[in-house]
């Protein structure tokens, strides 16, 4: 008994143990055998003794690995992280290109100053305050209505006499004070002619 091919082979007791070693998967079917009537190495799916027993054996398929097939997950691996890597890189490059860096210069002018005197002569002065949890606003001082707030700002805007005209709110608020009221503000000084709102926390 030899396996298909080899120069190299074993001898057996007799017939049942050849088809014995065929059914616990000693040989395969393709396994070549010569007993004493044989004239030459005849495999065993082929042997009048042993074709049938063969046939009812299915032989397992074999599996060649590839020597030259490269394992190509951990490159898709290293290839994903660089992609990640570049991306982010990229884009941290162009939102710092974006942002101006601030100088020191003293060429440059700096923000526009304002004084109090400006303040009192070109802005209406408006504050909203909270007092137990009901908004209290005050119009150069003095307190007014929501209501009342158009009319109010209509005066500083387009005034009965010669005083300067006030188109800019300095608007402070103090506390937790509801949007809606800044709002409501806001509406009321933009319909009476308000250019500008400032806005200012206390």
């Not at 120069?7 to 079917?29: C, F, K, M, S, Y």
């Not at 393709?30 to 004239?39: I, L, N, S, Y």
């Not at 082929?46 to 027993?53: G, K, R």
Request: with cysteine; net charge negative.
């Amino acid at each position: 008994m030899r396996h298909e091919g080899s120069p190299q082979h074993i001898e057996l007791a007799g017939a049942q143990e050849v088809l014995q070693g065929l059914l616990d998967g000693v040989w395969e079917p393709t396994d070549e055998v010569r007993g004493p009537d044989d004239a030459q190495w005849v495999a065993l799916e082929n042997h009048p003794l042993f074709a049938e027993a063969a046939a009812d054996i299915e032989p397992l398929p074999k599996m060649h690995e590839d020597e030259m097939k490269l394992d190509m997950n951990a490159l898709i691996d290293v290839c994903l992280v660089l992609l990640i890597f570049f991306i982010l890189t990229t884009s941290y490059s162009q939102l710092q290109a974006r942002i101006d860096n601030p100088t020191l210069s003293g060429d440059e002018a700096g923000p526009p100053k304002v004084t109090k005197e400006q303040i009192e002569q070109q802005m209406i002065r408006v504050t909203v305050k909270l007092d137990h949890d009901k908004p209290v606003i005050a119009v150069e001082g003095k307190v007014v209505e929501e209501r009342e707030l158009a009319g109010v700002f209509q005066r500083f805007v387009k005034p009965a006499n010669n005083t300067t005209t006030k188109t800019t709110v300095l608007l402070v608020f103090e506390g937790d004070v509801r949007n809606g009221t800044l709002t409501t503000i806001e509406d009321a000084a933009r319909s009476a002619g308000v250019k500008r709102i400032n806005w200012g926390v206390k």
